[in-house]
């Protein structure tokens, strides 16, 4: 099983600024690495897939990158509704595997 | 717009089973594999169980191996799963999500809670 690695756990920022979060996995997933956004109540959002495309819709202040082993989700200017927890997931092989999210929270 | 909507939640003591069900719309659902992620209270995501779309491959997480049956009917374009002798540990609120690599289409969710 491939272990998905998150840092920070709890990232604190002040709106308008860079929010970089981090993810590691435990053995190449190449680029098969999707990011999630979860506020409270919510289901998970897609944001990011192939470590690097955003999905539909999402504001080009979200941006992923990396490949192999360690991946990076940038936040350019973080907006009130940005915060909530991130989550990274691999595809590359089965199970499918998570991170154990980082919280964004305000500073 | 994709819809998905699960049901079949609920209390159910210890050794218990449960079927929970996600009923799928706009979209080919007999096109697409569909997959279980489940979230325990204050915790991450858990990939539970993925099934092709014409149900003859499936994948389960280790963790409900031979506890669990994930199907579907694509008559109905329902996905289904099965839970059985459920845990404390199982208690989570249970996501449907479209295809199998990453997940861009989330149901709301549907609590199960193992308790005496």
């Known amino acids: 099983e491939i272990v998905m690695t998150q840092s920070p756990a709890t990232l604190s920022v002040s709106p308008g600024e860079r929010a970089t979060l981090s993810c590691r996995a435990s053995?190449?997933?190449?680029?098969?690495l999707a990011w999630y956004q979860q506020k409270p109540g919510q289901a998970p959002r897609l944001l990011i897939y192939g470590a690097s495309t955003r999905a539909t819709g999402i504001p080009a202040r979200f941006s992923g990158s990396g490949s192999g082993t360690e991946f990076t989700l940038t936040i350019s200017s973080l907006q009130s509704e940005d915060f909530a927890v991130y989550y990274c997931q691999q595809y590359n092989n089965w199970p499918r595997t998570f991170g154990q999210g980082t919280k964004v929270e305000i500073k | 717009e994709v819809q998905l909507v699960e049901s079949g939640g609920g209390l159910v003591q210890p050794g218990g089973s449960l079927r929970l069900s996600c009923a799928a719309s706009?979209?080919?659902?007999?096109?697409?594999?569909m997959t279980w992620v489940r979230q325990a209270p204050g915790k991450g995501l858990e990939w539970v169980s993925t099934i092709g779309g014409s149900g003859a491959n499936t994948y389960y997480a280790d963790s409900v191996k031979g506890r669990v049956t994930i199907s579907r009917d694509n008559s109905k374009n329902t996905l289904y799963l099965q839970i059985n002798s459920l845990r404390a540990e199982d208690t989570a609120v249970y996501y449907c999500?479209?295809?199998?690599?990453?997940?861009?289409?989330w149901g709301q969710g549907t609590l199960v809670t193992v308790s005496p």
């Open positions: 053995q190449s997933v190449i680029s098969n």
């Open positions: 999500a479209k295809d199998w690599a990453y997940f861009g289409y």
């Open positions: 706009e979209f080919t659902f007999s096109n697409s594999a």
